[in-house]
Every structure is written in structure tokens, then in C-alpha cells.
């Protein structure tokens, strides 16, 4: 028999990932996105593994991380960010793009601060704005996203059991300034999948693919779960698109 929660979970509509189609993608013309304070060399940076992914909070003396404007009616600030992958390096990520799958995706999730606290927002059609970003398995040497991800992998292995945590380089999720450089991405009304999925998230989605060594992956299939085990595939199935509209934003000039 189905618990509440997944009961409530069916009954819901807008749930998350989705497969971002271009078919049926509305064409959206907004001023640009603006992100403040994430990749700062200030304060602190701790890399977490909560049994589930592997986490990055920011913390000390540094300004808040902001993300504002484009389709957002409110300023929201940086909660944290957090990894997905899978066994395989072919299909890692939990959005799709035209059905296509990519190696592991980043979610950082932002609150709205016109509320009082995060467990508040989660009440809310618009209480998180969650960027995601895709990479996919590329091997080279000389790559430039594999340097930028290294702040992260090589403290890895630091946080292999379940509730370990270490410091990393406070400017370690620079590599976010990568994928906000794309012509367009998209934007859709969605679920925060932790609890029993809310549908609080407005959902932003870069299709700058970013590369990774299979390597780096395999770091992140070294964590371990609360009862020891590796942690191969921590990502949740595609969800149905329903009457919802995916839009495919382009950022111009006011």
C-alpha cells in the first residue's frame, strides 16, 4: 500500500527532472541573470557528504550569493550546492535534453528572501530557484573545466564516509560562470527533490555542457552511504511534463 507522502506524490503535477524538449519549448525574450558573490575568493567553502551527495556550503565572511533577475520576480540566496550522478559516466544527470542524457549534474538551490526561513519557502510556488548545470565525460589533460572542478574532486576522497567534512577553496564553485555564459537556457515550474518533493522550485537549466574526466566522476561513486555503501547513482527518474510550459530563455538588453 502507498504512503501519504507517495500518494502525495502522484496526485502532484509539477514534479522534477523533466526531459527539456525544444519542441515544445516557448521562446522567451528577458533581461539577463544576474549572479553575485558565488565564486568569491572570501570566506569559507565546506565540502559535505550527507549520505545522499556531495555537498557545498559557503559560510564566513563574504557577501550573500544572489541570483536575480531574468525570469525571477524575487532576489534568491545561495542554501548550497550538490552533485548527481550514476554507474554509468553515460547517463548521470537527472534532466534531459531532446532525450539526451549527460555524465552528472550540479543543482545549486537558492532560497527566495522575501521569506523567513527555508523550511518556509518549501510552502511556496516560488520559494527555491535551483540552477542546474550538466557535464559530461570529456578525458583530455588540458582541459579548462577539469581544473576548475579539481577544488572539488581532489577533496573527495576527505569526505568518502557518510557525514564527513572537510574545508575546500572558497572560490570552488567558479566553475558556475562557465554555463551562465550560454546564448539561452531553460526555465521551467517544478519540485525540490528531497522530503516529499514540494513543488516550490523555479528551475534554471544550463545547456552549456561542461566536460569531466571519468576519473573525477568515479571520485564522487567512492562516497558512502549512512550504512557504508558506495554510493553508485543518487539521481530520481524523469517526471511527466503535463500541461506545464517549458521555456527556452534568451537574455537581451532592457
Same mark, same amino acid.
Given at each position: 500500500?502507498?504512503?501519504?507522502?507517495? $500518494?502525495?506524490?502522484?496526485?502532484?503535477?509539477?514534479?522534477?527532472?523533466?526531459?527539456?524538449?525544444?519542441?515544445?519549448?516557448?521562446?522567451?525574450?528577458?533581461?539577463?541573470?544576474?549572479?553575485?558573490?558565488?565564486? $568569491?575568493?572570501?570566506?569559507?567553502?565546506?565540502?559535505?557528504?550527507?549520505?545522499?551527495?556531495?555537498?557545498?556550503?559557503?559560510?564566513?565572511?563574504?557577501?550573500?550569493?544572489?541570483?536575480?533577475?531574468?525570469?525571477?520576480?524575487?532576489?534568491?540566496?545561495?542554501?548550497?550546492?550538490?552533485?548527481?550522478?550514476?554507474?554509468?559516466?553515460?547517463?548521470?544527470?537527472?534532466?534531459?535534453?531532446?532525450?539526451?542524457?549527460?555524465?552528472?549534474? +550540479?543543482?545549486?538551490?537558492?532560497?527566495?528572501?522575501?521569506?523567513?526561513?527555508?523550511?518556509?519557502?518549501?510552502?511556496?510556488?516560488?520559494?527555491?530557484?535551483?540552477? +542546474?548545470? $550538466?557535464?559530461?565525460? =570529456?578525458?583530455? =589533460?588540458?582541459?579548462?573545466?577539469?581544473?576548475?572542478?579539481?577544488?572539488?574532486?581532489?577533496?573527495?576522497?576527505?569526505?568518502?564516509?557518510?557525514?564527513?567534512?572537510?574545508?575546500?577553496?572558497?572560490?570552488? $564553485?567558479?566553475?558556475?560562470?562557465?554555463?551562465?555564459?550560454?546564448?539561452?537556457?531553460?526555465?521551467?515550474?517544478?519540485?525540490?527533490?528531497?522530503?516529499?518533493?514540494?513543488?516550490? +522550485?523555479?528551475?534554471?537549466?544550463?545547456?552549456?555542457?561542461?566536460?569531466?574526466?571519468?576519473?573525477?566522476?568515479?571520485?564522487?561513486?567512492?562516497?558512502?552511504?549512512?550504512?557504508?555503501?558506495?554510493?553508485?547513482?543518487?539521481?530520481? =527518474?524523469?517526471?511527466?511534463?503535463?500541461?506545464?510550459?517549458?521555456?527556452?530563455?534568451?537574455?537581451?538588453?532592457?
Amino acid at each position: 500500500m502507498a504512503t501519504e507522502n507517495q $500518494l502525495k506524490t502522484l496526485s502532484r503535477k509539477r514534479q522534477s527532472p523533466i526531459d527539456l524538449r525544444d519542441d515544445v519549448a516557448r521562446l522567451k525574450y528577458l533581461p539577463p541573470l544576474t549572479l553575485i558573490g558565488h565564486w $568569491l575568493n572570501d570566506g569559507e567553502a565546506t565540502l559535505t557528504n550527507n549520505g545522499d551527495h556531495a555537498v557545498i556550503e559557503l559560510s564566513g565572511e563574504r557577501i550573500p550569493s544572489i541570483v536575480k533577475c531574468g525570469p525571477l520576480n524575487d532576489e534568491y540566496e545561495f542554501h548550497n550546492a550538490h552533485f548527481h550522478w550514476a554507474e554509468d559516466d553515460c547517463c548521470g544527470s537527472e534532466h534531459t535534453i531532446n532525450s539526451t542524457w549527460f555524465s552528472m549534474e +550540479a543543482h545549486v538551490v537558492h532560497w527566495n528572501r522575501k521569506y523567513r526561513t527555508f523550511d518556509e519557502c518549501l510552502k511556496h510556488a516560488d520559494g527555491l530557484c535551483i540552477l +542546474a548545470y $550538466l557535464f559530461m565525460v =570529456k578525458d583530455g =589533460k588540458y582541459c579548462r573545466s577539469h581544473s576548475m572542478l579539481e577544488k572539488i574532486t581532489d577533496n573527495l576522497e576527505d569526505v568518502v564516509s557518510f557525514g564527513a567534512t572537510t574545508k575546500i577553496p572558497a572560490n570552488s $564553485l567558479c566553475w558556475m560562470r562557465e554555463a551562465v555564459r550560454c546564448d539561452y537556457y531553460y526555465f521551467y515550474h517544478g519540485s525540490y527533490n528531497k522530503g516529499d518533493f514540494p513543488e516550490c +522550485a523555479l528551475w534554471i537549466v544550463f545547456p552549456n555542457v561542461m566536460s569531466i574526466r571519468s576519473d573525477q566522476v568515479a571520485e564522487f561513486r567512492k562516497l558512502q552511504d549512512a550504512k557504508g555503501r558506495e554510493i553508485k547513482s543518487n539521481g530520481r =527518474k524523469l517526471q511527466l511534463l503535463g500541461d506545464r510550459r517549458i521555456y527556452k530563455v534568451f537574455p537581451c538588453c532592457e
